[in-house]
């Protein structure tokens, strides 16, 4: 079982920043791609940023490339999501999730949420204009 725990949302203004964490227990938690993914009022959860467990593979949502930077502890099992330049379109819960494998190739695992057993509480995020 692997348990994720966010941490680290906000209010900000457009243009701003916050950093969100996500402390991650449980076995063989640090072998397992994790994402950062989030979902607004009203809209499906989508994928914004995945990486590899040793942190050598990072994929973006094209609304955050150049924004928003994944990162991991690999020590302290934490994984981080740096959130720049912030939008009010970025408003949303931001959930923390781990894959079901230790592989993750490419794009596709922004959208295959079904295969994330393993979901956090979530952070709220608000931007504001």
């Known amino acids: 079982q692997v348990q994720p725990v966010e941490s680290g949302g906000g209010s900000v203004q457009t243009g701003g920043s916050l950093k969100l964490s996500c402390a991650v227990s449980g076995s063989s938690s640090g072998t397992k791609c994790m994402g950062w993914f989030r979902q607004a009022p009203g809209k499906e959860r989508e994928g914004v940023a995945v990486?590899?467990?040793?942190?050598?593979?990072?994929y973006y949502a094209d609304s955050v490339k150049g924004r928003f930077t994944i990162s991991r502890d690999i020590d302290r099992d934490i994984v981080y999501l740096q959130m720049y330049s912030l939008k009010p379109e970025d408003t949303a819960m931001y959930y923390c999730?781990?894959?079901?494998?230790?592989?993750?190739?490419?794009?596709?695992?922004?959208?295959?949420?079904?295969?994330?057993?393993?979901w956090g509480q979530g952070t709220q995020v608000t931007v504001s204009s």
């Open positions: 999730a781990a894959y079901r494998w230790s592989y993750c190739g490419g794009d596709y695992t922004l959208t295959r949420l079904g295969d994330y057993p393993y």
């Open positions: 990486i590899s467990p040793g942190a050598g593979s990072k």
